[in-house]
């Protein structure tokens, strides 16, 4: 034993810059695993996983219609015989156009709008700007409360009045946080209001985009009270929710993307083991005299073995608890770079456990990586030190290894469904990563088959490097592999990213609004329509619209007590805009049935979009019936339409035919195409709001700067882990150099004996790196392509393009760095002394 | 004409000064045969190496063809070997990722010799290993590497020959058709023939023999003028 740490110690005093690399690839990939964990962590802690705070209540029945006599009768008799209810209050929400009173203040701002009553909120704290707690006297008599950013968006400040709907208002606070936070997709910052405001404003009267919720307290576990509520409600459209289910939903979310970041990491750290496993590869293999002497010396092969192990394990665990260093050094990164973008309560520290879990998977990992190469040291027989043997390379392939490899197969299998919690998703990423690796693989060998045929160049450093490239014990497709990998990641996502920003860019979609009125009275028609003419020197597009929802299909309501009936509640029960012509939009098909005639129906008939007609299981000639204020229309299902999305005015689920809506109560939707200069937009929405205080205007531009800064934060995020696939690669790369270092000086000396001049030996050098580089942007650029095509075409349906300019570029950049890299790594060879290398040789 | 001028060479081995060659002078004309003997460690290695550049002296001068190899670049040390030296090793020194033709086929590709190809396919005959030209160094003989490499040294045409212990890997066949082989190229291309060797046989067939200890020549003759000293 002694023995075994003294050489140990000797070993590592004499090879530790060779082993740094092992070191730092355990390092990167530990810290990936293990910082991702903790972003991901300390968010879900800072969002809080407390659902009861974000409903601010037990539990919430929510409606967007207003809750009829019959519907509060039955939540009464429910809530009557419960006897842990403690409190109730009711809200209500809509999204409106918010402006100042004040007429030279020309901003104009969308807001989402919520009225409440006392006690308000029912769970949680509501604090203001200046630390006092909300006060409800601060809305009685037309007062307002609204987001501290919208006094910036609107120029406002607190005693301002602002306008919404017909109503005027008083801003008398303004708060950061509000109750239940504000995670989640926005159009606008948030207004508060009293509830009975949205009435003397005339926003109920006036917009159909209103959602109502009745909230309880309970004392006690509110399950069985949801249940009885549910069974109650059932056949209306009043959604049931406790918080008990959001919360288990929503940690089920956090611990599913904390596993999923995590196998991101883990996908690193493998990378990291690549690295490790040419390391001990090539690390047994120069070690191969030093093992024949030690064997020569009466060592046993187990006890060198032993060695080198205890060398591993050392160098993986100094490395792993390194790379929880550098795990925390990211997330103080992600606090400097990022801090505006995350939740006020985020914090940036690793938590102990995580720090453990991922240098046991750092460990784990290198023993995982180094078990066959190390295994090679058995075969090391002390009698090469009696022949010239330096050449012959050890090929054996002997039952030991076949059953090391399968258990370090299973091992790194254990270590993914660990990281993903889950077995199927371990399994999957395992065979997802070999897949990747084979093709990538394959590639990279007919890449350099190629090139070998194409072996004579008339150029002596072309003909050189591709040599060089072949050179025995050469990495290159290893290489190939690693960097053409984080090649592939980055640029898939900056191209589907190219095509994601394309889909949403105006100069290519000519037909997208970029406004949109809603909510106009049929009396204030012809006025808009002379306003937007003149504003904008184009014809507006005015189209009738009727709220409607759907009640039953084929006489049948919906059963919600069915799980997945209630995740699609949001998108079946809710309310409709439908409108009704005789003629297909240009952006529409018919997929199946017909589409009508001018003559006579005998029935109402209704043309229903193809995702819709899925989710409600309707064919042509099924029935719908609609609840449309009150009345029930039933329907036959005349066609089921195709929209063109990309190429699209207006999208209508449900269109009727004309004879049937008419008479139902409606009000006109105006589109605009032109677009306006930022200044001109907004000009025209004040005055519009000035004439028609009812109506709603929709800021098609604006909102699609939103999506486009969500997508491009995304795109940051996906990068950022991308570019440490890229730096794994880069390492892989750095650490080939390294250990086919001593062969490069080698030849070098020869060569130079042979009288090539230095700059010949730099051109070999960079050729060589440019060209590996060249292959290993080829190979990521490929894929990437084909991925982002499958991608945008198969998932996200949207249009792709190809980029060449930005694929090319990746290429170049590619081969540029591996070309830095690599002539970096190497340079100090063109300088040495050959006398001295051919002699230790 | 070589001609090395008080040449000496120290190397630092830890705290101490070794002195490898000590206050060597020499002068061989164009076209001659020596043999450089004596003890390993003597410093014969390091006296060829630095003829051909490979190293400098830590003080004298060595002149090769008149240019003083002393006072150059490493590139223009690279040109000079291109053009007028010729090595071979005792341990070969093939470059492994290269076939046998291939690494003939270097030193004229470094010189930009244009029948390249056709040259380096005679001097595979010359060296009789016509069919192991695809050969990779490592599935070769040693004495069929070392033949490899006598083939690559000559193939850029070189004045000067040096070898060291060109024989001291092999067993004594193969060793005495290496010796036949660069004596017979020798006599035909009037090539400066510098040999180290442990073995005095050979040695004596030279036409001039020196003899190196503890780096300084101590002994300098003519084969067939016996104990006339030319220099000591
Ligand atoms: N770079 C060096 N560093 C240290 N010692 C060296 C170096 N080069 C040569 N020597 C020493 O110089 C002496 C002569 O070496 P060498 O020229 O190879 O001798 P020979 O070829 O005659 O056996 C030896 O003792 C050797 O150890
Ligand atoms: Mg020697």
Redesign the interface.
């Known amino acids: 034993m002694k023995f075994i740490l003294n050489l140990t110690i000797r070993e590592i005093r004499s090879s530790w810059r060779r082993l740094l690399f092992f070191f730092l690839c355990i390092a990167l990939g530990v810290g990936s695993v293990v910082a991702l964990r903790s972003l991901i962590q300390n968010l879900t802690k800072a969002v809080g996983t407390d659902a009861r705070a974000l409903l601010t209540a037990d539990i919430e029945l929510s409606s967007t219609n207003d809750f009829s006599p019959a519907e509060i009768a039955k939540i009464e008799s429910v809530i009557g015989n419960s006897t842990i209810v403690e409190a109730r209050n009711e809200t209500i929400t809509t999204a409106m156009m918010v402006r100042p009173a004040d007429p030279s203040n020309e901003s104009v701002k969308f807001v989402e709008l919520k009225g409440i009553e006392p006690p308000f909120p029912l769970v949680g704290q509501f604090t203001i700007s200046g630390g006092q707690p909300f006060d409800f006297a601060l809305l009685r008599d037309n007062g307002a409360v609204i987001a501290e950013i919208l006094l910036e968006d609107l120029k406002v400040k607190i005693g301002d009045k602002i306008r919404i709907g017909e109503g005027e208002f008083t801003i008398r606070a303004s708060f950061d946080e509000e109750p239940g936070g504000t995670n989640g997709f926005r159009l606008g910052g948030r207004v508060f209001i009293e509830k009975k405001a949205f009435d003397s404003a005339g926003i109920t009267r006036n917009t159909g985009r209103i959602r109502r919720r009745i909230l309880f307290r309970t004392s006690d576990n509110p399950g069985a009270l949801v249940r009885q509520l549910r069974e109650a409600l059932k056949g209306t459209t009043i959604t049931t929710a406790s918080y008990r289910e959001q919360q288990e939903n929503m940690g089920e979310q956090f611990t599913r993307t904390e596993n999923y970041l995590a196998l991101t990491g883990l996908l690193i750290l493998v990378l990291g083991g690549v690295g490790v496993w040419n390391v001990a590869r090539a690390f047994v293999e120069q070690k191969r005299k030093t093992v024949a002497v030690l064997k020569c010396l009466g060592a046993g092969g187990t006890r060198v073995i032993s060695v080198y192990l205890l060398q591993i394990l050392t160098l993986g665990s100094v490395g792993s608890i390194f790379g929880v260093g550098l795990a925390q050094a990211a997330m103080l990164f992600v606090k400097w770079r990022f801090v505006d973008a995350m939740p006020a309560k985020m914090t940036y520290g690793v938590s102990l456990s995580t720090g453990f879990q991922g240098a046991v998977l750092g460990v784990l990992i290198s023993l995982l990586f180094s078990a066959l190469p190390l295994l090679q040291i058995r075969t090391i027989k002390p009698k090469l030190l009696l022949r ?1 043997e330096n ?2 390379s050890m090929t054996n392939l002997d039952w030991t290894k076949w059953i090391f490899g399968i258990i370090s197969l299973a091992g790194l299998l254990g270590l993914a469904v660990w990281q993903a919690g889950s077995w199927k998703v371990g399994v999957f990423f395992l065979a997802g990563l070999a897949i990747t690796s084979v093709i990538l693989y394959s590639a990279a060998a007919v890449l350099t088959w190629l090139l070998r045929r194409v072996k004579r160049f008339s150029s ?1 450093s072309v ?1 050189q490097a591709i ?2 490239l ?3 014990g050469n990495q290159t497709r290893i290489i190939l592999l690693a960097v053409g990998l984080g090649a592939f990641v980055v640029l898939a996502v900056q191209s589907m990213q190219a095509n994601l920003v394309r889909e949403f860019d105006f100069s290519r979609n000519q037909k997208l609004p970029s406004l949109f009125f809603v909510d106009i009275q049929k009396s204030q028609v012809e006025e808009l329509r002379q306003l937007l003419a003149e504003r904008t020197g184009e014809q507006p597009e005015i189209i009738p619209t009727v709220r409607a929802r759907v009640a039953y299909v084929n006489g049948q309501p919906f059963d919600y007590t069915n799980r997945e009936v209630r995740q699609q509640q949001g998108q079946i029960g809710r309310e409709f805009a439908v409108t009704y012509r005789e003629k297909l939009d240009e952006n529409e098909s018919v997929v199946s049935g017909q589409w009508w005639t001018a003559s006579a129906a005998d029935v109402p008939e209704v043309s229903i979009e193809e995702d819709m007609a899925a989710r409600l299981q309707v064919t042509a000639g099924d029935s719908v019936t609609f609840d449309i204020s009150g009345r029930k229309i039933t329907a036959r299902v005349a066609n089921i339409r195709k929209l063109d999305l990309r190429n699209t005015r207006t999208a209508f689920i449900f269109v009727f035919r004309p004879g049937v809506l008419e008479k139902a109560p409606q009000s006109f939707a105006a589109t605009v195409l032109r677009h306006l200069g930022a200044t001109d937009r907004q000009r025209l929405q004040r005055d519009t709001l000035e004439r028609f205080p009812n109506i709603q205007i929709f800021d098609v531009a604006d909102i699609i700067a939103t999506v486009q800064r969500l997508i491009a934060n995304f795109v940051l995020a996906v990068s950022f882990v991308g570019s440490f696939v890229m730096l794994s690669g880069i390492l892989i790369l750095i650490g080939s150099i390294a250990l086919t270092k001593s ?1 490069r000086v ?2 070098n ?12 030996l730099a051109a070999i050098l960079f050729v060589e790196y440019g060209l590996l580089g060249l292959l290993a942007g080829l190979i990521g650029a490929g894929f990437a392509t084909a991925l982002s095509y499958a991608v945008s075409r198969f998932v996200m349906n949207i249009k792709w393009e190809f980029d060449p300019v930005g694929m090319l570029l990746g290429i170049a950049v590619t081969a540029f760095l591996v070309m830095a890299v690599g002539v970096a790594a190497s340079f100090d060879v063109l ?1 040495r ?4 290398t ?2 230790s ?1 | 004409m070589i001609q090395l001028n008080n040449v000496t060479k120290t190397v630092r081995s830890g705290s101490d000064d070794l002195t490898i060659l000590d206050d060597v002078s020499l002068s061989i004309p164009d076209g001659q045969f020596v043999s450089i003997t004596g003890a390993s460690g003597s410093g014969k290695s390091t006296l060829l190496g630095l003829i051909a550049g490979l190293d400098e002296p830590s003080s004298g001068t060595i002149i090769v063809d008149g240019d003083e190899v002393t006072a150059q670049t490493d590139d223009k040390l690279a040109q000079i070997r291109s053009e007028k030296i010729g090595f071979v090793f005792q341990s070969f020194h093939l470059i492994p990722s290269l076939t046998a033709y291939e690494n003939i086929l270097i030193p004229m590709e470094i010189l930009g010799l244009r029948d390249a190809r056709g040259r380096a396919t005679q001097l595979l005959a010359d060296v009789d290993l016509t069919n192991r030209g695809h050969h990779y160094p490592p599935e070769l003989s040693g004495g069929e590497q070392q033949r490899v490499a006598i083939a690559r040294a000559f193939a850029n045409s070189p004045k000067y020959l040096l070898a060291d212990e060109p024989t001291g890997n092999l067993d004594s066949k193969n060793g005495q058709h290496i010796f036949e082989l660069m004596t017979e190229l020798h006599r035909q291309s009037k090539v400066t023939l510098i040999l180290v060797t442990h073995d005095h046989a050979i040695a004596a067939r030279a036409q001039r023999q020196v003899i190196l200890k503890d780096g300084r020549v101590i002994s300098d003759t003519l084969n067939n003028e016996i104990g006339d000293q030319i220099s000591g």
């Open positions: 010239d050449n012959s002596f003909t040599n060089s072949y050179r025995p062969q080698y030849e000396a020869i060569l130079k004996t042979l009288g090539a001049k230095r700059r010949v300088f002394k050959p006398l001295g051919l002699r040789q």
